[in-house]
Nanobody, 114 residues
């Protein structure tokens, strides 16, 4: 019954910014944590950023200082603000939510051109 829908992906030049959105079908308080993962061709899916129920966050070392995860509880939406984008950020980005089990969105493509 849980659905996660990502949006905001697209093509951006290196050094530019992009904001991803993840809309949940229900209250995000249902989840212990929500986050963003990404997967580039030929690579493993990796954690990019996570925000826990209490508001604490963690980030992959590769995106610290450039990406920010946030949430709007009234809209049941989690965001990923990406700045100073690099070509190596190119990947499919997936929204993730954790409760008693793990839920995934369908993914949204982010392409950073050089």
């Amino acid at each position: 019954q849980v659905q996660l829908v990502e949006s905001g992906g697209g093509l951006v030049q290196a050094g530019g910014s992009l904001r991803l959105s993840c809309a949940a079908s229900g209250s995000i308080f249902s989840f212990n944590a929500m986050g963003w993962y990404r997967q580039a061709p030929g690579k493993q899916r990796e954690l990019v950023a996570q925000i826990r129920r209490g508001g604490s966050t963690n980030y992959a070392d590769s995106v610290k200082g450039r990406f920010t995860i946030s949430r709007d509880n009234a809209k049941n939406t989690v965001y990923l603000q990406m700045s100073s984008l690099k070509p190596e950020d190119t990947a499919v980005y997936f929204c993730n939510a954790e409760a008693f089990r793990v839920y995934w969105g369908q993914g949204t493509q982010v392409t950073v051109s050089s």
